[in-house]
């Protein structure tokens, strides 16, 4: 319970903490998307790639984004237009994105120059910005879905899609903007590891995907849809951040994070199972 320890797992949430806050408007809508663990790690590559092409920063930055709003808004079309299963679109997603990063870069990181390089994560200036800066965008985030039409509508998508067919005006559109708001937020996960670790990797992200989950699970997302809020994956976030600490504190085997955080998206399962009407008979 020191403050460096503390901030430590603030900064380790951040990744995390976005992850889930993308897939909690896409699980909202009543879908899921298993593809940003891999977009972290594409996009973390593609950021690196024109840092140390001597891009500017900022428009890097930019077309890193756009380049992910993209592939989110594919991913969404595939789902709304052509009625693709999520599973099976974020999947293949998934598959794609790893295979890209490895098959473009032959599976080598790429380093960026000295000054975006940092000793160690805990010895860049700018982690604690980083996380500053990360919980505005969650807390914008939460405005937005909770106080704003269109994140109500996404709500209503996922309470009940027919309903909403008729009733929430571009219904596709508002439906395929959760698909494009994860993908962003993944990207912009894949760019803070850049900054923290000093290069892009397509070794990143890996199994990212089910922490994501567990995170939104752990703070009352819906599997069916319609139910969930960001300030719950907040917490959902911190929870396994400080469990990883705590693991690692403890001098565990590292694979055991794995295991436990598995227990906890079946328990979160459960819950939200047993919450449900007749849930236990199900």
């Known amino acids: 319970m020191t ?12 990744i995390v903490l976005l992850l889930a806050t993308g897939m909690t408007c896409v699980m909202i809508t009543g879908g899921i998307d298993l593809s940003v663990g891999s977009a972290a ?41 052509l009625g693709v299963p999520p599973l099976i679109v974020t999947l293949a997603a998934l598959g794609i994105m790893r295979g890209l990063a490895l098959l473009v870069w032959h599976g080598r990181s790429v380093p960026v120059d000295a000054q975006w390089a940092p000793r160690s994560p805990t010895a860049f ?5 980083i996380w500053i800066g990360t919980l505005l965008l969650i807390l914008a985030a939460h405005a937005a879905l909770r106080f704003t039409v269109r ?33 962003v937020l993944a990207a912009i996960a ?4 850049v900054a923290r670790l000093g290069a892009g990797s397509p070794l990143y992200g890996v199994m990212y995907e089910m922490d994501a989950i567990t995170a ?13 809020s960001i300030i719950g994956a907040l917490v959902g976030a911190f929870a396994i951040a400080t469990l990883r600490n705590g693991l690692a504190l403890s001098n565990a085997d590292p694979n055991l994070q794995y295991v436990l955080t598995g227990s906890l998206l ?9 919450d449900q009407p007749g849930g236990r008979g199900r």
């Open 41 to 81: 790690a594409l996009f973390s590559l593609v950021m690196a790639a024109m840092i140390q092409a001597h891009v500017d920063p900022v428009l890097g930055g930019l077309v890193t984004l756009a380049i992910a709003a993209i592939i989110g808004a594919i991913n969404g079309s595939l789902v709304i237009h």
């Open 190 to 193: 894949g760019m803070i590891l």
């Open 3 to 14: 403050v460096a320890n503390m901030l430590n797992i603030l900064q380790q949430s951040s």
């Open 151 to 183: 994140g109500r509508h996404l709500y209503a998508i996922g309470d009940n899609p027919s309903a909403a067919r008729r009733f929430v005006p571009q219904y596709r559109a508002t439906h395929v903007s959760a698909y494009a708001i994860s993908q």
């Open 266 to 274: 079946l328990m979160a399962a459960f819950l939200a199972n047993a």
């Open 125 to 129: 200036p700018g982690a604690q910005i």
């Open 216 to 228: 939104a699970m752990l703070g009352g997302v819906s599997l069916s849809g319609g139910r969930g």
